[in-house]
């Protein structure tokens, strides 16, 4: 019992000595001068983030600004119901705008299905090893190549040696081969972020692995997955590099009704009459007018993409 005493008067003594040199310690101007050393650096980190933000924030108004101006007057139901025309108060983008939908037509189903397929097979399917981690961060490089090289890609390959030429199709699939790797490594974090007692307790019912993976992993992993696609999908129809190497013409006075019909999309549009705006300045406001409808679209894809996040997230 006398020992059990002893012990514990040892370590109060302990702690109050450590306390007490702490305290002594805080009282000298060595911590004195460090303290304020690091209230300083503190107050010129914050300073200097605000300013990149509000630097990139008056960067990003005055575009909006210049676009928006340029852009009045000549967006209006007339402009987006009329065809292209070599006139610049005649010329519209309905026809540029169907190229765009039926191009996402051949996007969003590619995209989805074999993003998503890759991704399940990589996380639940393939052996754990040297291939696995192999193909991971091939996947994960390939997000990051210029878009220009999936351009060459698409000529290559659907132009060319398919003959697909520079339809809607070769369009879409150049595209989708673009935007495939930020869809499966969203997809694959998504997967992984599902809970494993949620499988544990699929398994345990008896079920198969297919049939927890239709049951329980897709449905909690959805939301992610679908926020990282419709991002992918929003860089997709902004994309111009790539259908500009496939050779996609900038005026086609015909309305695009498959697939297998030439077409021009919004980015292509937009590249073209800036390139214009040399020979007529009228162009340029054919261009901030289409720029406004592009980002339009974009943000209204970015915001269903944060809707979707926040109303199906789970906790678990």
Not at 264 to 284: C, H
């Amino acid at each position: 019992m006398d020992f059990q005493t002893d012990f514990v008067d040892n370590i109060i003594k302990n702690e109050l000595n450590n306390k007490k040199m702490v305290k002594d310690f805080l009282n000298t101007d060595t911590a004195k001068n460090k303290m304020k050393r690091r209230i300083l650096l503190d107050k010129i980190a914050k300073k200097l983030f605000s300013l990149s933000t509000i630097f990139a924030l008056v960067i990003l108004g005055i575009l909006f600004y210049r676009i928006g101006v340029q852009s009045i007057g000549w967006l209006n139901f007339k402009f987006l119901t009329n065809n292209l025309s070599i006139f610049p108060e005649k010329a519209g983008i309905y026809g540029v705008i169907i190229g765009s939908v039926w191009l996402m037509v051949v996007v969003i189903p590619v995209t989805l299905i074999l993003g998503v397929s890759t991704a399940i097979y990589l996380e639940e399917y393939a052996k754990k090893g040297r291939l696995q981690s192999f193909i991971k961060i091939n996947i994960s490089n390939l997000a990051g190549v210029p878009s220009v090289i999936f351009g060459l890609l698409g000529l290559t390959v659907f132009g060319r040696l398919l003959n697909l030429g520079s339809t809607i199709l070769a369009g879409g699939l150049t595209l989708s081969l673009l935007v495939l790797p930020i869809v499966v490594v969203a997809s694959q974090e998504a997967i992984k972020a599902v809970p494993s007692f949620l499988k544990d307790a699929a398994y345990a019912m008896g079920a198969t692995k297919w049939t927890t993976i239709r049951t329980v992993v897709l449905p909690a992993a959805l939301p992610g997955i679908l926020t990282g696609a419709i991002l992918a999908l929003s860089r997709a129809i902004g994309e111009t590099a790539p259908l500009v190497v496939l050779g996609i013409p900038t005026l086609i006075l015909k309305i695009p009704n498959n697939i297998m019909d030439d077409f021009t999309a919004l980015p292509i549009q937009i590249y073209y009459w800036t390139l214009d705006t040399v020979l007529t300045a009228e162009y340029a406001n054919l261009a901030a007018a289409t720029i406004v409808v592009l980002l339009m679209v974009l943000f209204l894809m970015n915001s269903i993409a944060i809707i979707i996040r926040n109303k199906f997230q789970r906790r678990y």
